[in-house]
């Protein structure tokens, strides 16, 4: 026997073995022990490069071995091994880490990083064996052989060896309740999960585990499409396609390196969860790293590797510090350069995955000031604009069968050629016809009608439809002082009113205009005090291609209405009081008043004339609503459609009876 002595405890690294709370999780034993195993055969080609060992370093490689019938567990490497000495310096010592030293010695004699950062992960071994062994060769000639053994206890054995080669083997005599790492495919498992890509090849019964190749540390040029394509399927098989993706590849002011896509977003996605697995270098730590993602962020999904990330002490969460806020503010920015790349270079492809990174890009610009200086001008919204070949491309979403979001947003089916613009080059080319006003629609189904309207006289409208827009609203309202933001059912613009015919006189003896006969009917027929009726005469070429009646939400109460609604977590109802805007330019109305100055009262009962009107007022008010609640863009527009024409023609037979 060499050596018999107690274990060196140092009282600010707590022995761990005593408390085994070290580690969340026991399976990470198998992580530590095999991250050591590569950092020694790192080591090994530090000190080749540095002409301290003119050896043959052989093919490097890892193996595990099982042995169920002494229930025992090596994991061998044929890295650098150690000394008497160094098993004492390195092992005995708690917490005194042989990385952080090595590291400071042979800095910059390799392109591997060293894995190891605090000397505490040999250790975990002890949460799961009753005992643990170390066979080890050193590299250094004239060294030999040592074997260290504990129980778990501060009192360790060191003897001489019978090892022949160079390396460390490290057994594990496992605890009776620990018995599932004896299970071939439970290792399998646990190597893909925390060692997949640790850049040796990891064997067990002469099959290698694991892929070893991390595509997030190669050169962004030597990765094709397909590249990038495999490795999302392969982070998260049974998905669709990314949209688009950031190679992120920097060593200052800390090392940082990673893939990041941008997943199509589904309803099912709780964009509040982080979907990012951290490595550090190539050692899988977290499937959660929401303190360095910037939350608008959150639901990319991919990797990233960085030994700058401030870990705890058994590598299992993060630490906040002025590094983490660093490398979010970092992430953030190569984010928005990409956009503005794709925006630049690859437009179609862009405006196609807009649907998606839209709502990431909005959710970026309302909570970070930079990233929205970034990317404001690169913002795009739907628009009824119709774009020349020249312009901007127009492009077709169009879902696929069984798509989830057919039935969550049926309006997508419909807007299927409109172009895209920015905010930007709305304003430049309204500014004649309306400057500094921009009218838009939140849902193309129930203000289908409104934003026919609008298209038919020449007013450009932009869709903010996604469920961010409410908010973002606000927010451009923000930054354009200048500008109002209308909705398009919030009122009419005078250029769709025809102020001639708006005022015309029907009645003679009472010197009343139709407005006025139309007002009163519909006051008397629908007896609703909160109900602010107004009577106007839409321009149109067509009169029957207009509504005879809509209801008109006016923009601050509507907006006060959402924000109650918002602050006490309900959904917004529809507000009580409204504006009925009666389209006094329809046949229909127009019928409607000749069919009620027909009527006849006959003692206490209604004649059936008046009846009529009456029935009919409400049916063009219910319509009215409809158009505000239901049914998708095409079905909705043929329905009212319909039910105005055949109530023409019942108009026009009750008048001539």
Not at 595 to 614: F, H, K, R, W
């Amino acid at each position: 026997m060499l050596e018999q002595g107690t274990i060196s405890i140092h009282t600010e690294n707590i022995f761990p073995i005593i408390k085994k709370s070290l580690y969340s999780d026991h399976e990470i034993f198998l992580r530590e022990l095999v991250s050591n195993a590569v950092d020694a055969i790192q080591k090994l080609k530090m000190v080749s490069r540095a002409g301290e060992y003119t050896g043959d370093i052989g093919e490097p490689e890892i193996q595990i071995v099982i042995d169920k019938d002494k229930k025992k567990l090596a994991i061998s490497d044929n890295g650098i091994g150690m000394t008497a000495e160094e098993v004492k310096k390195y092992i005995n010592q708690v917490a005194f880490s042989s990385a952080e030293e090595f590291i400071q010695k042979y800095q910059g004699k390799s392109d591997q990083p060293i894995i190891g950062h605090f000397g505490l992960g040999f250790y975990s071994s002890f949460m799961v064996a009753q005992k643990v062994e170390i066979d080890t060769l050193s590299y250094k000639e004239g060294a030999t052989a040592v074997h260290w053994s504990c129980d778990g206890s501060p009192e360790f054995r060191l003897e001489d060896s019978p090892r022949t080669q160079r390396g460390t083997t490290i057994t594990l005599t496992l605890q009776e309740e620990e018995q599932e790492y004896l299970e071939p495919a439970r290792i399998k498992q646990l190597v893909k999960t925390y060692c997949d890509f640790m850049p040796v090849p990891i064997k067990l019964d002469g099959e290698v585990l694991n892929r070893q190749k991390a595509p997030w540390r190669e050169s962004p040029n030597s990765l094709t499409k397909e590249d990038y394509l495999e490795f999302y399927r392969y982070l998260y098989p049974f998905q669709e396609e990314p949209l688009i993706w950031v190679h992120l590849n920097t060593d200052y002011p800390f090392i940082l390196n990673g893939i990041l896509y941008f997943p199509k977003l589904k309803p099912d996605v709780d964009v509040t969860q982080g979907q990012i697995k951290l490595f550090c270098n190539q050692v899988f730590v977290s499937d959660h790293c929401e303190e360095i993602i910037p939350k608008f962020l959150l639901p990319m999904r991919g990797v990233i590797d960085s030994t700058d990330i401030p870990l705890n002490v058994s590598r299992s969460a993060l630490q906040m510090d002025r590094t983490v806020r660093r490398i979010a503010d970092y992430i953030s920015r190569k984010v928005g350069d990409r956009l503005k790349e794709l925006y630049r270079d690859y437009k179609e492809e862009y405006i196609k995955a807009w649907q998606d990174i839209g709502t990431f890009v909005k959710f970026g610009a309302l909570n970070d000031e930079k990233f929205k200086k970034q990317i404001e001008d690169i913002i795009i919204y739907r628009t009824t604009h119709e774009t020349k070949a020249s312009d901007t491309p127009n492009v077709e979403v169009q879902p696929q069968e069984g798509d989830v979001w057919q039935d969550v947003t049926p309006q997508e089916s419909a807007a299927t050629t409109l172009p895209y613009t920015t905010l930007k080059e709305y304003l430049e080319r309204n500014k004649q016809r309306h400057e500094n006003r921009v009218y838009y629609c939140t849902d193309q189904v129930t203000q289908a009608t409104y934003v026919e309207l609008h298209k038919n006289q020449g007013l450009e409208v932009l869709f903010m439809d996604s469920f961010i827009d409410t908010h973002f609203i606000t927010f451009l309202e923000r930054e354009y002082p200048d500008v109002k933001f209308s909705r398009v059912d919030s009122d009419l613009d005078e250029t769709l009113l025809d102020q001639d015919k708006a005022g015309e006189i029907v009645d003679p003896k009472t010197n009343k205009t139709r407005s006025e006969l139309v007002k009163e009917l519909f006051q008397k027929a629908l007896n609703k005090p909160k109900l602010n009726i107004r009577t106007e005469a839409l321009k149109s070429d067509d009169p029957q291609g207009t509504p005879p009646a809509m209801v008109l939400l006016p923009e601050f109460m509507r907006r006060i209405q959402e924000m109650n609604a918002f602050m006490q977590q309900q959904a917004a109802q529809f507000p009580e009081e409204h504006i009925l805007l009666v389209n006094t330019a329809h046949p229909l109305i127009q019928n409607l008043v000749s069919l009620n100055q027909g009527s006849i009262v006959q003692g206490d009962t209604v004649s059936p004339s008046a009846e009529l009107a009456n029935m009919i007022c409400h049916h063009v008010y219910d319509l009215a609503l409809m158009a505000q609640k239901g049914f998708d863009a095409e079905g909705m527009k043929a329905f009212v459609e319909r039910s105005n024409q055949v109530l023409t023609k019942l108009t026009e037979r009750a008048a001539k009876s």
